[in-house]
């Protein structure tokens, strides 16, 4: 017997992965409080009660994608694999991804700043949590016991807060590269950006550093 999904099933799942993308660019670029139904149906080639029908209203449609845009950073970070790594380059790989996903996935940053000015009235409604948290956690936790055992790393740094750490570095000059650039006239690129990661990843192995002489050494 055939047990492929039938077309239906899977046009319904392509249907709101549409919506889904037109409503990340659309909260993301006109905020809460701007974006329109109509141009998210536009966008995504379908009509107005079709969204209703998937989401819910705008409310249920901007949860559903605020939990999109967790879901997706969640998943790269999963595919990380830093088992085979030497603490140090582990940790280089995590910053450099946190930066590459903030800047390829620009409505990540977007959608944190829109629900922070919300007071994070919608995140605290998503169902299921643990499906945001991030798995790093337990990752850091991990890399961070390798480096102590192996003599690299201090003892007793706290991985949520050297998360939290990592996340702020690479997130300021992405979310606000438009003031940056004006006010201090600097040319924020991709390239700049992803400079800044490996500066990053300097200053917080320095920190990490059980030895902090050979700070310099890199």
Known sequence: MNDK????SRDAAATQRRILDAALNEFATQGH?????????????????????????????????LKES??????????IDTDHMTPEDAIRELVHFTMDHFISKPWFTSMLNTENLRKGVTVREIDHLNDIQSPLIHQISSILE??????????????????LTIASLCFFPVSNKYTLRVVFNVPIDDTWLKRRAEEASKMILCYLRATPETCGTD
């Open 70 to 79: 967790y879901l997706q950073i969640r998943k790269g970070e999963r595919a």
């Open 33 to 65: 409080g701007g974006a329109r139904v109509d141009r998210i149906a536009e966008s995504a080639g379908v009509s107005k009660p079709m969204i209703y029908s998937y989401f819910g209203d705008k409310e249920d449609l901007y949860k559903a994608a």
């Open 146 to 163: 390798r480096g102590v055992a192996e003599g690299a790393f201090q003892p007793g740094v706290d991985p949520t807060e050297l998360y």
């Open 5 to 8: 999904p039938k077309p239906a």
